[in-house]
């Protein structure tokens, strides 16, 4: 079964009406001619585009219009309306839901980390690389439970330090309901690498309640945090998987984060397929 069909139940309800416009008209593949917008695309094409977009990486103007989706800036513009409406991330809302339903989320500890990707060509939310000779590129920053589970994810200039993105990303962790009880969202623990070593931020995590594991400059490898941060980067070669963000392809900062919201939804429901 592919897995546009397979969340479909989960998403429809949260993809939000399109308002007509007649100063726009699109092509139908059956008339021939102008005739009127497209019928706002079905939940099940959306995804069913999104996800193909996403794996494959094909471009807009190669979506085959045979398979009834509309054209290439069609499907870009209901991309781009769901992305601004917060569609996936109240698909990825839901999934988590699901897995704390089933007291499958470990927030004995959670554990973060960046990617740094290549960017075709400067635009929001890219910077000069200090990793590939400053040329223009985006990070994504990803944070997961204790299994690799993504809690939240945000995308950032290149040349960002990843620390600055610690605490949103803990802000931007859903409280999911599930089970009886006050919607938990803040892990016991974070574990991160030497990127992260600031001290405010030490004490700022103290603050909230959470206990920082964080390694520290200057001290030889082989801390041991290996054993348990291994997960992440599992889940950042799953997100680089996808084609379409092992490099950013769109100068438009938000359909490059509506692919990122996408992909780290298809991940969250892998995770549900296996655990619940």
């Known amino acids: 079964m592919h897995a546009g069909t397979s969340i479909l139940a989960r998403l429809s309800p949260s993809v939000p009406p399109l308002e007509q416009d007649r100063t726009r008209r ?7 001619r102008g005739d009127g917008k497209w019928p706002d695309l079905l939940a099940s094409d959306g995804v069913e585009v999104g996800v193909s977009k996403t794996i494959t990486g094909v471009e807009w103007e190669y979506l085959p219009q045979e398979l009834g989706f509309g054209s290439g800036m069609t499907c870009w513009r209901r991309l781009a309306a769901w992305n601004e409406a917060g569609v996936w991330d ?3 809302l839901v999934l988590l839901q699901k897995l704390r339903a089933s007291k499958k989320l470990d927030w004995s500890r959670a554990v973060i980390d960046s990617s740094h990707v290549r960017a075709g060509s400067a635009g929001p939310k890219s910077g000069p690389s200090p990793v590939d000779r400053a040329r223009p590129g985006s ?21 960002r330090n990843d620390v600055t993105q610690l605490l949103p990303l803990l802000d931007k962790i859903p409280a999911g309901a599930g089970i009886v009880g006050r919607p938990r969202h803040r892990p016991d623990a974070l574990l991160a690498d030497r990127g992260y070593d600031h001290d405010e931020y030490r004490r700022l995590l103290w603050q909230r309640g959470i206990r920082p594991v964080i390694a520290e400059r200057g001290m030889e490898h ?11 980067e599992r889940t ?6 996808f084609r379409r963000l092992r490099i950013r392809w769109e100068r438009r900062d938000d359909i490059h984060e509506a692919f990122l919201g996408l992909a780290t939804s298809l991940i969250t429901h892998r995770h549900v397929r296996r655990l619940c």
């Open 26 to 32: 699109c092509r139908s593949t059956d008339a021939g």
């Open 90 to 92: 109240e698909l990825h």
């Open 139 to 159: 990070k994504h920053h990803v944070l997961t439970d204790a299994q690799g589970i993504p809690l939240a994810v945000s995308l950032t200039g290149g040349n």
């Open 222 to 232: 082989g801390s041991g945090l290996g054993i348990f941060r291994w997960v992440i």
């Open 236 to 241: 950042i070669a799953w997100l680089h998987g």
